[in-house]
């Protein structure tokens, strides 16, 4: 992870990453085989990568023809088929790295290879290119079910999302709970205990948000709201950041009094600076689109009165 | 990939150390490796490149897959990069010590702390 997390940090992806090209050595496992390594957003991969550790978008399937290819320069010069090639980016190591992992953690191999770590282009075989190129949510749950812990299959399950604007980047894998051993409130992919989490500056709206959440309990929604959630003796940062993380929606309430307090400076946006104090709205705020990126959070409201 | 002991560079003990040689047939990937190379990698992450050779002249025989031993001659017929002789790859790792799928404890230490932490 680290080797790749390096790669990146100068730009580059392996573009070949699997069990063959990682080596031990002195004790650490270190790269071999950079004849695949391609320049983010500038080099297009495929050309030189086993297409078992290949993600589904490099595969190009024309049903027509009866064709499944990795998707190459090559390839696409010898064919004279005309389709789009992939650009060099994190995401297709992040898929690579997580074959191997799901490799480490269930005892098989994500798809049973044909020959050198590469599938079968038959269209009757379930571990063929075809079916990496479909790489449907039924198919995927079937695979990570091999997995028993499920830490280790949450993160598997991230690194091998289709949509490679999904893939967490090798940063974010190392940060993995699986991996750092830190206690977790919610995981990617987990239900939210709450449906909706309220902002709101105490000193002005708390009259304002105590409605709010009644009308939305009312309704059947589980909503966290501190007067009611935040446990006694509990820290309250901790207590807001775990209300955040199990929630579906954030909803900032903002009213007119919370933006044109007369006696609290940073909760007057008239007398906001660039060193103003930032204050609990403005902070849970910014988690929260943190929360959203990471794809916690649903969605991000503000409500105004 | 075969293996050799290096005549040039002795240990400790004045014994040839052991390298590994990639033998390659095509000399655009054989200047990929060496460019790659050329991009600031840290060999703490990527293998270093202890030495190149070029083609001595003569075809490389047209499959040597399975081939314990090459001649001098063979050899010589391929382009060649020299490096550091790895313990083993993960490949033979995870056939032969049968952690995967067994060893959370151990795939975590493979993943994450091998290299701050050591073996």
Known sequence: MQAAAHMHSKGYIHGDIKPLNAVRIDGRMIFIDLDATAKIGVDT??????????????????????????????HREQSGLVYELVLAHPSFDVWS?????????????????????????????????????????????????TIADPQARNLVSQMLMKDPAQRPSVERVLGHPFLTGRAVT???????????FLSYRAASDSSHVERLYNLLTASGLKVWWDKKCLKPGENWKEGFCGGL?????????????????????????????????????????????????????????GMYL | MFVAKDRDDLDALGDPRPVAIKLMRIEAQFQREIDARGQGFDSTFVMPILRTYQ?????????????????????????????????????????????????????????????????
């Open chain 1, 45 to 74: 991969v495929g050309f030189k990568s086993s297409s078992a550790y290949v993600p589904p978008e490099a595969i190009f399937v024309d049903f027509v023809l009866g064709i499944a290819v990795v998707r190459s320069q090559k």
């Open chain 2, 55 to 119: 083609p001595k002249g003569g075809a490389p025989p047209s499959a040597f897959d399975g081939v314990d031993m090459l001649s001098k001659e063979e050899a010589e017929s391929f382009y060649a990069l020299v490096m550091p002789m790895a313990d083993r790859n993960l490949f033979v790792a995870i056939k032969q010590e049968r952690f995967a799928g067994v060893d959370m404890h151990q795939v975590k230490l493979l993943l994450s702390y091998l290299h701050t932490h050591g073996d």
């Open chain 1, 245 to 301: 993380v199990n929630s579906r929606t954030f909803v900032c309430l903002l009213s007119r009094g919370a933006i044109n307090h007369p006696s609290i400076a940073w909760q007057n946006f008239g007398n906001l600076k660039e060193d103003s104090r930032c204050d609990n709205v403005l902070l849970e705020h910014r988690l929260a689109l943190e929360l959203k990126g990471l794809g916690l959070v649903e969605k991000v409201m």
């Open chain 1, 186 to 196: 919610r995981m990617v992919g987990e239900e939210a205990e709450f449906d909706v």
């Open chain 1, 97 to 145: 790295l997580g074959c191997v992992f799901y490799q480490l953690c269930s005892g098989v191999s994500l798809f049973k290879e044909v020959q050198d770590d590469n599938l079968s282009s038959d269209v009757n075989d379930p571990d063929s290119l075809w079916e990496l190129a479909k790489w449907s949510d039924e198919v995927k749950t079937r695979k990570l079910s």
